[in-house]
């Protein structure tokens, strides 16, 4: 058990707002359908139909996520999961400004973690105040990841962060989808994270020496794992040298 609930979550509500309006939307045909057909098979299909839209909007609405002293739970009519801060090992989150139609339905998100089993809790769009509950997981899950990471790092390991490894002989090397990119630490310049004005979600920059100008690379936060924790190392890194 998980210590003293710290702050809890509730559902997102304009999630469960548009999970309704797609069930009306795709059960009134099917209505219209099974009355004019008047048949067993034309009303057997439309409960069928509307019963999985009724299940999942009671999914959405009875998701809640907690924060406690010691660790982070979720539930929902499915079931309840938690995770110790101790135990967490990937901490992963990304989010995405949706627009249908030339109507702006506002971000969404994606946020997972994942334990020192392999075990995971995804939480997704379904929770409220998803921008806040990242932050929340962000400082809270730091400590411990980034005492891992040290040690692992000052070792001489190298770091798997998804879609960057980090090495303190090597520098850090970029997995893109027609190869990888290293760049050793003396042709590294600088890197930051935050959202920018042309993209429509959080990314990683990461700038090096080029043969003229300072070159800037960046990758969407959500092809990381730890960002923060990279992050830090780096800078750490960058400030004392890596050896």
Avoid at 67 to 78: A, E, K, M, Q, T
Avoid at 99 to 119: N, P, R, T
Avoid at 195 to 221: C, M, N
Wanted: hydrophobic fraction near 45%.
């Amino acid at each position: 058990m998980l210590g003293p609930e710290v702050e809890k979550y509730g559902p997102n509500v304009k999630v469960v707002v548009i999970a309704f309006v797609l069930g009306a939307l795709f059960c009134v045909p099917f209505w219209f359908g099974a009355k004019e057909a008047n048949n067993r098979t034309g009303w057997a299909i439309f409960f069928a139909v509307a019963s999985f839209f009724a299940l999942f909007v009671a999914y959405l609405v009875s998701s809640r996520a907690s924060l406690h002293v010691d660790g982070v739970s979720c539930r929902s009519i499915f079931g309840e999961k938690e995770m110790r801060w101790t135990e967490v090992e990937r901490f992963r989150y990304g989010s995405h400004e949706v627009i249908a139609q030339g109507i702006a339905l506002g971000a969404f998100y994606q946020i997972k973690l994942i334990d020192e089993h392999g075990s995971t809790i995804s939480f997704g769009d379904r929770i409220g105040r998803a921008a806040e509950f990242i932050q929340k997981l962000n400082q809270l899950t730091f400590e411990t990841l980034m005492q891992k990471a040290t040690r692992h790092f000052d070792s001489g390991a190298e770091l798997d962060f998804g879609a960057i490894h980090l090495s303190r002989s090597n520098g850090l090397s970029i997995n893109r989808w027609f190869g990888t990119k290293e760049t050793p630490w003396q042709e590294l310049v600088s890197c930051h994270m935050g959202a920018a004005d042309t993209w429509d979600t959080e990314r990683f920059s990461i700038t090096r020496v080029g043969k003229k100008l300072p070159q800037t690379q960046s990758i969407p936060v959500e092809r990381l794992y730890n960002a923060a924790v990279l992050l830090a190392l780096i800078n750490r890194t960058l400030s004392r040298g890596p050896c």
